[in-house]
T-cell receptor, first 113, second 114 residues
Framework: NAGVTQTPKFQVLKTGQSMTLQCAQD?????MSWYRQDPGMGLRLIHY???????DQGEVPNGYNVSRSTTEDFPLRLLSAAPSQTSVYFC????????????FGEGSWLTVV | DAKTTQPPSMDCAEGRAANLPCNHS???????VYWYRQIHSQGPQYIIH???NNETNEMASLIITEDRKSSTLILPHATLRDTAVYYC???????????????FGKGTLLTVNP
């Protein structure tokens, strides 16, 4: 049981490049989310999914796409990277039942130059 | 969504109890209160959660007021390794049914001093 796995852990992109941050969980959780965290700030929700085939926007969705083709995977795509997307990204998953623990990945550090 | 309010920072002496408050005055009856902490930009770590009763585990205790509008996380004997940002989170219900999303506040930076 690996929990929530994020890759890559570190990435440097040039402005305008595209890339995908991967997130996978092996706990059969229905819900998965992506957050970004900027220096000195809390976590802000980018996109979330309540099950395979269902996604929705969070607070700061612009510049990001997601898909949920399987229960296990929830990739986050940066279509055309901008310096404002330099941040630490966290993926989270949790089961649908109330009161269950939320699991976070260890983070992906992205720098856009 | 129910919002949470926490003090931006607190200090605590090593070995003493750390009491971290959280206000969630708009919490709904079926929403849980979760506490997480984040040490130096690592992934947030689960501490404890509760609905209405006080809870205790090996890491901490959670005291929820009877009206559920506020709660306090208690670290009974704080150590230097407990220095972290502590987040109080309400598990929000969105759009009815069983849809949920998490709403994070800005957290409290707890500094444990020797």
């Amino acid at each position: 049981n690996a929990g929530v796995t994020q890759t890559p852990k570190f990435q440097v992109l040039k402005t305008g490049q595209s890339m995908t941050l991967q997130c996978a969980q092996d706990m059969n959780h229905e819900y998965m989310s992506w957050y970004r965290q900027d220096p000195g700030m809390g976590l802000r929700l980018i996109h979330y999914s309540v099950g395979a085939g269902i996604t929705d926007q969070g607070e700061v969705p612009n510049g990001y796409n997601v898909s949920r083709s399987t229960t296990e995977d929830f990739p986050l795509r940066l279509l055309s990277a901008a310096p404002s997307q330099t941040s630490v990204y966290f993926c989270a998953s949790f089961p649908a039942v109330s009161g269950n623990t939320i699991y976070f990945g260890e983070g992906s550090w992205l720098t856009v130059v | 969504d129910a919002k949470t309010t926490q003090p931006p920072s607190m200090d605590c002496a090593e070995g003493r109890a750390a009491n971290l408050p959280c206000n969630h005055s708009t919490i709904s009856g079926n929403e849980y209160v979760y506490w997480y902490r984040q040490i130096h930009s690592q992934g947030p770590q689960y501490i404890i959660h509760g609905l209405k009763n006080n809870e205790t585990n090996e890491m901490a205790s959670l005291i929820i007021t009877e009206d559920r509008k506020s709660s306090t996380l208690i670290l009974p004997h704080a150590t230097l390794r407990d220095t972290a940002v502590y987040y109080c989170i309400v598990r929000a219900l969105v759009g009815g049914g069983s849809n949920y999303k998490l709403t994070f506040g800005k957290g409290t930076l707890l500094t444990v001093n020797p």
